[in-house]
C-alpha cells in the first residue's frame, strides 16, 4: 500500500535492541501489591473492598460511582473499574503519592498476595457473532480495559462512538515509535493469534468493513507474525509504516496511511476512523473470550543501566523495584529513570512505585543516553521546525509561553500540540521546550475555568438581578393594584356619598 | 541557562549543541582563514588575535554587567566565532585600534545591547565591518597584494609589530585597489570596464585567491569548500546560499548581456570571496536570517539582489555586507508571514472540514 508523507519528526537512535530479543517473561509474585484507583483517563474509582477483605483474582474492587456497570448506551462514564491482580488480602487503603508528575496523592489498595493466584468466578465468555453490540461494550467496560499504548483513555468509551458517527476503518497502532520500547513489538511476535483476534472482535464491534495494522518498518518479524495470524481473514492487512518518531502518534500515523488529517480539536473519528493499539486488542480477545478483565501488562524493561533488559508480563500494582530485581538491578547509578519512553516518559525516582494500565516501559538511563546539556538561550537555528509533525512553529511558542502570553500562544498553535518532544530533542541550545508547552496549556486550562467561571458568576448575578427586577415589578404591581383598589373604593364611595347626597337632596 | 534537573521528556537528545555548531561553523572557516593568514603575513595573524582577544574580553565584560553566567557562555564559542567573522571583514594590515573597536562594535553593539546571544536583529560581524567602514573609509579599503610569509616583501614579525601598533613603515608601495573598486572607479569616470576587467577575467586567481580585498575575500575556492562542509553536516541548510547565488547569478547576467560595458560579468561578482564568505558564513547566521526554509530562499534572494543594486549603482563598490543588514532588517517580517501550515488546519489556521456530520470534536 502507498504510504502518505507526513512532515516532521525525528529519529532517534531506538536502541529497541537491548530488549528485542528477549520473549516475555512472567514475573514471580511479589510480597505486595499497590493498585491505584485511577490508572485511566476520566474520574477515578472508589475502592468496593475493605482492609481485611480476601478477594480472588480478577474481582472487581474499585469502581466509579457514576461509571455504570450495565455500560452500552451513550451514557458510559470515562472512567474504568480496577480488579485484583491476583488472590489474596487487602492490607491497606491509602493516600500516596502517584507516579505522575503532577505527584498528586491517589487512593490506592494494597494486596498481600496468598501465592494462589487463582481466577475468581469470572463472567462467561461470549461469542462475538451471537453477542450485540451493547454486550460486548459493556464487557470492555466491566473489564477495566484502557488504552494500553499508554494513553489509558477507556476503550468503551472509545467503541461509542459508533453511536454517534459513521466509521469505516479500523486501525490498530503497532507503530511503536519511542525508542527502547519492545513490549508491542514481542506481544505481535509472540502473540499474534490472539492479537488478531481481538482485532476480529472490534472490527465486529464497530462494524467497520477495513482494518489496517500499522507496523513499523524494522518490525519483520511482527509484521510477519501478524500476516500469518490473518490469514484469509477479509478485510485485514499488516501495513509497514516508516520507522520514525512520533509515528504512533494516531494523528500523524493516519496521515501516514491515508493521506487525511484529523481537523485540529477533533478526534479520528471525524474521518470515519478508530485506532486502537495491539495490547488493547489482545485485552479485548481476553475479556471477551474468557471473561477476564485486565489485571496485567506488558512492560519493557530496560536502558543502558539495567543490567539485563527484558519484556515482562506484569500484574498491575507490582513495584518498579520488583522488577527492576528481577532484570538484575543497576549496572550503574541510573541518571535518569523513566516510565514510558524516553521522548514522552514520566521521571520518577521511587521504586516503590507500582506499574498500571499505562506503563509501557521501565527505563533507567545512563548519562550518556540522556545527553543532559546546558540550557542555553533560542539562537533561532530554526532546527525545530522541521522537525514538528504539527507544523508549529516551536521557537515562537517557547518564545511567547516564555513571556506569559498564554492567548498568542494558543493563537499560533499551543492548542496543536501533541507534546512529543521532537523539537526539545533536536534544539541546539537543549531548550526543555516541552516543559513550556505543559506549562502553557496548564494556564490555558486555568484561564478556560476562570472564564467559565466568571460566566458562571455572571449568569448568577443576571438572575439574581431579573430576580430582583421581577419582584420589583410584581410589588409594583401589587401597589399599584391596592393603590387602584382604594381609588376604586374611594371612587365608589363618593358616588355612594353623591348619592346618599342627592338622596339627601 | 541553567543545569537544573530536567523534569520534562524528552529524556534523550541529538548530538546537537551550541558549542558543537560553533565549532564546526570554525573548523569550516579555517581553511580559507589560514590561506589568508599565510598570503598576508605577520600583520595579518596579529590583527587576527588581537580581534579575537578583544572581542572575548568583550564578551566577558557584557556578560558580567549583563549579571549573566561568564564561563559557559564565553565557552559557548559564540564570541570566538563573532570576532573571527568580523577579522574575516576586515583589511588584513588594519592597524591594532580597527581591530579592537570591530570586536567592541560586533560584541557590544551588534549583540549585547539587545539583550545578547540569540536576540540580536543584525549580524553583529556586518554591523562592525560597516559601522567603520563608514567611519573610517581610508583605513578600511587599505587592501594590498598579498605578501605571503617569507616572501620577500613579507613584514618580519616585529615590523609586522610596528605596522600594526604604531604604522611606523612605509607600505604605501604595496597597496593595491581591489577589482571591485576599480570597476567602481571606471564606472564613476564614465568610461568601460571592458578593459578592467581584463584584470580578474583570470578566474583561477579569484579562486584561489592572489587578489587584494578583505581577509575573508582571499580565496573563494577553500570557502566554498568550507561552505559544502557545513552542509554536508547539516550545520546550515542550503536555502540561503543558494537563492543568494541563484539571484545574483540570474540579475548580473541579464544586466551584463544588455550592458556589457557598464556591468562586469557574472563571475566577477560572484568569485571576490566578499559574495562566498556573505552567502556561506554571514548570511547563514542563525540569528538573523529567518527560521524558515521558505523564508531563507526568499532572504537570499534579497541578498543577491541587493548586493548587486548596491554594487552597480551606489557609490561603494561592495555591497554584500549592506545587503544582509538590510536582509537582517527583512527577517522579522519575512517570519511573520512565512510560517508553515499546521497539522489538521487550513492555510489560514482554521480547522480542516469533519466529514462527519456531528464533527467528531473532542
Ligand atoms: S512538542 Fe509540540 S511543538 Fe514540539 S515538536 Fe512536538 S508538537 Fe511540535
Ligand atoms: S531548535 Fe532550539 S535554538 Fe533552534 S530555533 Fe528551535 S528553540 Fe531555538
Known amino acids: 500500500m502507498a504510504l502518505f508523507e507526513v512532515a516532521g519528526g525525528v529519529h532517534p537512535k531506538d536502541h529497541k535492541e537491548l530488549s528485542a530479543y528477549r520473549a516475555i517473561l512472567g514475573v514471580p509474585l511479589p510480597a505486595e501489591l499497590c493498585l491505584p484507583m485511577h490508572q485511566h483517563i476520566g474520574m477515578a474509582a472508589k475502592p468496593l473492598v475493605q482492609v481485611g477483605d480476601l ?76 453477542s450485540s453490540f451493547a454486550e460486548l461494550v459493556a464487557r470492555i467496560q466491566q473489564s477495566g480495559i484502557v488504552g494500553l499504548g499508554g494513553a489509558m483513555f477507556p476503550t468503551a468509551a472509545k467503541l ?27 506481544l505481535m511476535r509472540e502473540q499474534a ?91 479485548i480477545h481476553k475479556a471477551v473470550r474468557y471473561g477476564q478483565p485486565l489485571v496485567s501488562r506488558i512492560v519493557t524493561v530496560s536502558g543502558g543501566a539495567i543490567n539485563n533488559p527484558g519484556n515482562f508480563e506484569v500484574l498491575l500494582g507490582t513495584k518498579i523495584g520488583h522488577l527492576v530485581e528481577l532484570c538484575g538491578g543497576f549496572s550503574q547509578t541510573p541518571e535518569q529513570m523513566l516510565i514510558g519512553g524516553p521522548m514522552m516518559g514520566v521521571p520518577f525516582s521511587d521504586l516503590e512505585v507500582p506499574v498500571t494500565k499505562g506503563t509501557t516501559g521501565i527505563l533507567a538511563l545512563t548519562k550518556t543516553e540522556v545527553k543532559p546539556g546546558i540550557h542555553r538561550p533560542c539562537i533561532r537555528c530554526g532546527a525545530c521546525i522541521p522537525a514538528c509533525p504539527c507544523g508549529l512553529q516551536p521557537q515562537d511558542l517557547f518564545v511567547l509561553v516564555s513571556n506569559e502570553k498564554i492567548e498568542p500562544a494558543l493563537e499560533a498553535g499551543l492548542a496543536d500540540c501533541i507534546l512529543c518532544g521532537a523539537c526539545a530533542y533536536v534544539c541546539p541550545s537543549h531548550i526543555p521546550l516541552v516543559q513550556f508547552y505543559h506549562y502553557g496549556k496548564g494556564q490555558a486550562l486555568l484561564m478556560r475555568q476562570e472564564v467559565a467561571r466568571a460566566k458562571r458568576l455572571k449568569r448568577l448575578a443576571d438572575e439574581r438581578l431579573l430576580r430582583a427586577e421581577e419582584k420589583a415589578r410584581q410589588k409594583k404591581a401589587k401597589q399599584e393594584a391596592r393603590k387602584q383598589a382604594i381609588a376604586a373604593r374611594k371612587k365608589a364611595q363618593e358616588a355612594q356619598e353623591a348619592q346618599e347626597g342627592e338622596g339627601k337632596a | ?46 590583527l587576527f588575535f588581537i580581534i579575537l582577544a578583544s572581542s572575548l574580553l568583550f564578551e566577558a565584560l557584557s556578560l558580567l554587567i549583563a549579571k549573566k553566567p561568564v564561563t559557559p557562555f564565553l565557552l559557548d564559542g559564540s564570541a570566538v566565532l563573532t570576532g573571527w567573522l568580523v577579522a574575516m571583514a576586515l583589511p588584513p594590515w588594519a592597524p591594532w585600534w580597527i581591530g579592537v573597536l570591530g570586536g567592541f ?37 587599505f587592501f594590498m597584494q598579498p605578501q605571503p610569509l617569507f616572501a620577500e616583501h613579507s613584514p618580519s614579525f616585529m615590523q609586522a609589530m610596528n605596522l600594526i601598533f604604531g604604522g611606523g613603515i612605509n607600505i604605501d608601495a604595496l597597496t593595491s585597489a581591489s577589482t571591485l573598486t576599480q570597476i567602481k572607479v571606471l564606472q564613476f569616470d564614465g568610461q568601460s570596464i571592458e578593459g578592467a576587467t581584463g584584470l580578474v577575467g583570470d578566474l583561477q586567481t579569484a579562486m584561489l585567491g592572489a587578489l587584494p580585498g578583505s581577509m575573508g575575500e582571499m580565496s573563494a575556492l577553500l570557502l ?52 562566498v564568505l556573505g552567502a556561506f558564513f554571514i548570511a547563514t547566521d542563525y540569528v538573523t536570517q529567518p527560521v524558515s526554509n521558505t523564508g531563507r530562499l526568499i532572504f537570499g534572494a534579497g541578498v543577491g539582489l541587493l548586493t548587486f543594486l548596491i554594487r552597480a549603482y551606489s557609490i561603494f563598490p561592495e555591497g554584500v555586507g549592506f545587503a544582509i543588514l538590510l536582509m537582517n532588517a527583512m527577517t522579522p517580517l519575512i517570519d511573520h508571514y512565512i510560517k508553515p501550515r499546521i497539522f489538521g488546519r487550513s492555510k489560514s489556521g482554521e480547522p480542516l472540514a469533519s466529514k462527519q456530520p456531528g464533527g467528531g470534536v473532542q
Open chain 1, 55 to 130: 478477594v480472588s483474582k480478577g474481582q472487581l474492587i474499585g469502581l466509579c460511582a457514576k461509571g455504570c456497570l450495565e455500560g452500552g448506551g451513550s451514557n458510559t462514564a470515562i472512567t474504568a473499574p480496577v480488579h485484583a491482580s491476583t488472590s489474596g488480602r487487602i492490607t491497606g487503603i491509602e493516600m500516596q503519592r502517584a507516579p505522575h508528575p503532577s505527584g498528586l496523592s491517589e487512593i490506592m489498595v494494597m494486596l498481600e498476595p496468598d501465592g494462589a493466584d487463582v481466577w475468581g468466578e469470572l463472567p462467561a465468555p461470549l461469542d462475538p457473532k451471537t
Open chain 1, 193 to 283: 493469534p490472539k492479537i488478531v483476534d481481538g482485532i476480529s472482535i472490534l472490527q465486529h464491534i464497530l462494524n467497520v468493513p477495513e482494518v489496517i495494522i500499522a507496523i513499523e518498518d524494522r518490525r519483520e518479524q511482527a509484521a510477519e507474525a501478524m500476516r500469518a495470524a490473518i490469514g484469509l481473514r477479509e478485510g485485514m492487512k499488516v501495513v509497514l509504516v516508516p520507522t520514525r518518531y512520533p509515528m504512533g502518534s494516531e494523528k500523524h500515523l493516519i496521515k501516514a496511511l491515508t493521506g487525511q488529517e484529523v481537523p485540529a480539536g477533533s478526534l479520528p473519528s471525524a474521518l470515519g476512523m478508530i485506532v486502537n493499539n495491539v495490547g488493547t486488542a489482545h485485552a
Open chain 2, 224 to 275: 566554498i569548500v568550507g561552505g559544502v562542509f557545513l552542509l554536508l553536516m547539516r550545520i546550515i541548510s542550503w536555502h540561503t546560499p543558494v537563492a543568494m547565488f541563484a539571484s545574483m547569478a540570474l540579475i548580473a547576467s541579464v544586466a551584463h548581456f544588455f550592458n556589457p560595458a557598464y556591468h562586469p560579468g557574472v563571475l566577477t561578482h560572484l568569485c571576490p570571496g566578499g559574495f
Open chain 2, 1 to 46: 541557562m541553567s543545569r537544573a534537573k530536567i523534569i520534562s521528556a524528552p529524556f534523550t537528545h541529538a548530538t546537537t549543541s551550541v558549542p558543537r555548531t560553533m565549532l564546526l561553523v570554525m573548523l569550516a572557516l579555517a581553511p580559507a582563514t589560514l590561506f589568508s593568514l599565510y598570503q598576508y603575513g605577520w600583520p595579518a595573524i596579529i
Open chain 2, 105 to 141: 562594535i560586533a560584541i557590544v553593539l551588534g549583540k549585547h545591547i539587545y539583550g545578547g546571544l540569540g536576540q540580536n536583529i543584525f549580524n553583529p560581524a556586518m554591523v562592525a565591518r560597516i559601522a567603520l567602514l563608514i567611519s573610517f573609509p581610508l583605513e578600511m579599503t
Open chain 1, 160 to 186: 461509542e462512538t459508533r453511536t454517534r458517527y459513521d466509521l469505516h476503518s479500523l486501525i490498530i497502532n503497532g507503530a511503536e515509535c519511542e525508542p527502547y520500547l519492545t513490549n508491542d513489538d514481542r
